[in-house]
Every structure is written in structure tokens, then in C-alpha cells.
């Protein structure tokens, strides 16, 4: 297995390992869903109102953070309380709440991440040198068990944090404290800490055993983390950075299509969240006459032929019902379909593209909701198919639920498997990719990021509204 593969891998279940759905069944307390009147139409804004609920009715009420998922109680994660953060602007936008309540929940929510306990120990802190742990419990936002300290997760809570920054800008006691706490948490990054003897960033930390053995290097959802972390003014990455990022792209043609590949579709998306990659290249993209954005286009559409052209024969795929990406799933469970053996995995970053392809029946309505900017017609379509033959089963009062598989068929599962939860992970890009198709408004706030645009320039980006923007 090759590093880029290997370090996928351990994302997904060293990491990721702790999403795993009902698996202590201790931990795994429901609560009682509210109640859903009769089915509504598709829309944006109905599918947007109640993804953004998501975020502002599950924070938790002693520490703001955001439940790695729902209605299955286990732990916060920080990446989705990042989403969070990111996600009451786009409420103050459409007229879920008002501008000083967001600002208000946004305030508490840096205060307490300013003030959760930072060390060395194993137990007892909520991160170390300023990263986080991966998941936090949901009393005291401590490290949960033995998770990692997280770079990537880090990357997008502070992504999440600096969105805050510079969206709140006037001039009152509440937004001007949001943006010297945001900035502050930031500049506490030691993101030169976690480079290994690569130089390129280790994807985590245990204080029981160091450094994960395994580094971020492209192409991936990390672009947002190197960007940041270039970006520096305390802790900086060297300069030569990105040109390591990029040594290890894979520049090839799937299902037609002639791109960067990587086989989720969520690593097409989550540095997409923050930074508008349209008309702005860096010296690769330069050099094959496209840019992220369009890169991210031409995957979306890869990975939809894939599910059309459906070579394992699962259940349901088809031009609007499609999706491959990191997902719950219905079972580690290893048996025949069509004849052929066929692994029905629980989480699993799933996915198709030259690298490889990890199917197994599991569509995840975030793929097609993540991607909406890059092509809407087709992506739009499928959500609302979705929505539509599936609303039952698939759609409550937080919107899509994570995923289904409509090959499983058991007993207790007589017409497919459906998830039970919401992930906050997957919840943020619907919401958040959505509102960047419909106004661009997560992609201007974060242009008047200098941070952001300083970890571009670095990079080497150049062109588009970045030669425009000053500073």
C-alpha cells in the first residue's frame, strides 16, 4: 500500500475509527426526534433551514460544542463545531436567527475553545501546543479516550474560526471580542510542531505513543490545513510546503473525466467550504490549464458515472440517486451479492477514482449536497430525488440523515438500510456549499481573511479575485 493510500486508510479508522454508529451501546443514548408534519417539496431553503438547526439546536449547552452526530450521543467533534461556527453566519443570512444571537453563540463558542484545558497529559486537556483533539466529550470537552490530536480537524476548526473573524466586523463590544478571541486561537497553533522529517505535516499526535507515521501530502481535504498553517504568523510551515503537498498528485482520467484524482468526494469539498478556487491557480494547475474548482467539477461528475455505470450492480444507483464519500454504512459485514463477495462496511471513506474505488451499495446525500456549486444541475437533481422517494426514511427535521443502502436487505431491514443519525461532518457541507452556490457568502467572508489570502500567496497562487484583493 503506497503512503497516499496507507494515510487515507489510517483517516479513516484511526481518526474516524470513534464514528462508528452504536457500537457502545453506553454511550449510544437516543433522544427522541421531533416531530415531522406531513412531508414538504424540495427546496434549497426548506433542506437549508433544517441542516442549519442541525448546528443551532444540538450545540451543547455547557460548552457550544457540536455533537459529532445525532440522535446517537457520544462526543463532540471539533471539525463540525468548526462547520458550526461557519454555519450561524449563513443562519443570520437567511433569517434563522438574528446577527446578535449568532454573534452571541459564537462568542461563547471561542470563549470556551479559548479556555478548555491545553498540555502534554494523556487525560484531563482538551488539545496540546493549540491543536485539538479529534473528538471531545460532551460534559467537560475533554479528550475523549485515546483519540488523536488532530491536525486536519484542527485545520477546519480554525478555517470555522477565522470565517467568524471576518464576518463579524462591527464595531461593538461582542463582535470585536469574537475577532481578538478568533485570532488568538489562531496565532496558538503550533503548526511547525507537527511537521516530521519529510517536512510535511503529520496527520496527529497520542501523548502515549508521538506522531502518527503518516503525513498530509496531496491531493486530499488538507489544502485548507496547509494553507492556514503557511499562512502563520507565530508558527509557520516553511515556504517550500506546498511544492511538497503537491509532489504526490495523481493526474489522471475516470469514467471520462481528466483530473486530480482522490476517491471520496468530501476530499473535493471541505477546503471548498472556505476558499473560492475559481480563476485562481497555483504553478500545477497553471500547467494543465485548470484551476480546484473546476477539478472539483470534473470529480463530482466522475463520480456520478461511476454510480451510473454501477459495475457491482448495487440497488438504487442511477442518474439522480448517487454519492460515494466518507459515510456511515449498514454493517462490518462480509457476504455475496450477485454472486460476488461483497464487504458491507460501518464508517468508511467510500469512494471512486483511479486510486481505488470502495463501494458497497452506501450513498451519502452530502456527496451530491458538498458538491452543489461544481455541477448543480445534476447535484440538485439527485438531493431532490432523494428528498422525495426516500422522505420517510431519509429526511427529518435536521434534514438528509447520513446515508442508505438499498442492497442490504435483513430481516430488521426488509427494503434497504437507513441511518439512524445526522453527522455534523457531513451536515456542514450540505448547509454551507449550498448557501456558496446560492450567494457565495462563505467564499466572500473568507476573501477579507488575511490569513486566507496570505497562506495562497504563499502557496503560490496567483490570478482571479486574489490579484485583486489587497493585503
Sequence with gaps: MNRHLLALFLFAFVGLAGCQQGSHPAEAALAAEPPLQQPVAFSMDELQQRTFQYFWDLA???????????????????????FGLSAYQTGVARGYVSRAAAADRTLNTLQVLWNLPQGPGSSGVSGYKGLFYHFLTNDQALRYKTVELSTIDTGLLMAGVLS??????????????????????????????????????????????GFLKTNWHGYNEAMILVVLAMASPTHPIPANSWELWCETYEWDTFQGETHLNFDPLFGHQYSQLYIDFRGIQDDFMRQHNSDYFINSRQAT???????????????????????????????????????????????????????????????????????????????LATLENLWTTHYDSLVGPYGFKDAFNLTYT?????????????????????????????????????????????????????????????G
Design 60 to 82: 451543547l449547552p455547557d460548552n457550544f460544542q457540536i455533537p459529532d452526530r445525532w440522535p446517537t450521543k457520544r462526543f463532540s467533534s471539533i471539525a463540525a463545531t468548526g
Design 164 to 209: 467568524a473573524q471576518a464576518y463579524f466586523n462591527n464595531n461593538d463590544p461582542t463582535e470585536n471580542e469574537i475577532r481578538r478571541l478568533a485570532d488568538a486561537l489562531y496565532r496558538r497553533v503550533e503548526w511547525d510542531w507537527m511537521l516530521d522529517d519529510e517536512g510535511r505535516i503529520s496527520m496527529g499526535w497520542h501523548p502515549e505513543k
Design 301 to 379: 461528475l466522475a463520480n456520478r458515472a461511476y454510480c451510473i455505470d454501477n459495475p457491482q450492480g448495487f440497488v438504487g444507483y442511477g442518474p439522480n440517486q448517487w454519492g460515494l464519500t466518507a459515510c456511515d454504512g449498514p454493517a462490518g459485514l462480509d457476504t455475496s451479492w450477485q454472486g460476488k463477495p461483497v464487504s458491507f462496511f460501518t464508517y468508511r471513506a467510500r469512494g471512486a477514482a483511479v486510486q481505488q474505488v470502495i463501494d458497497d451499495g452506501t450513498i451519502a446525500p452530502t456527496a451530491a449536497g458538498g458538491s452543489v456549486p461544481f455541477a448543480p444541475e445534476e447535484c
Design 410 to 470: 435483513t430481516p430488521d431491514h426488509p427494503t434497504g438500510w437507513y441511518d439512524i443519525d445526522y453527522l455534523g461532518i457531513d451536515q456542514g457541507p450540505i448547509l454551507l456549499q449550498i448557501e456558496n452556490y446560492r450567494s457565495g457568502l462563505l467564499w466572500e467572508t473568507m476573501k477579507r481573511s488575511p490569513y486566507i489570502r496570505a497562506g495562497l500567496r504563499r502557496a503560490g497562487f496567483r490570478g482571479g479575485w486574489l490579484a485583486e484583493a489587497g
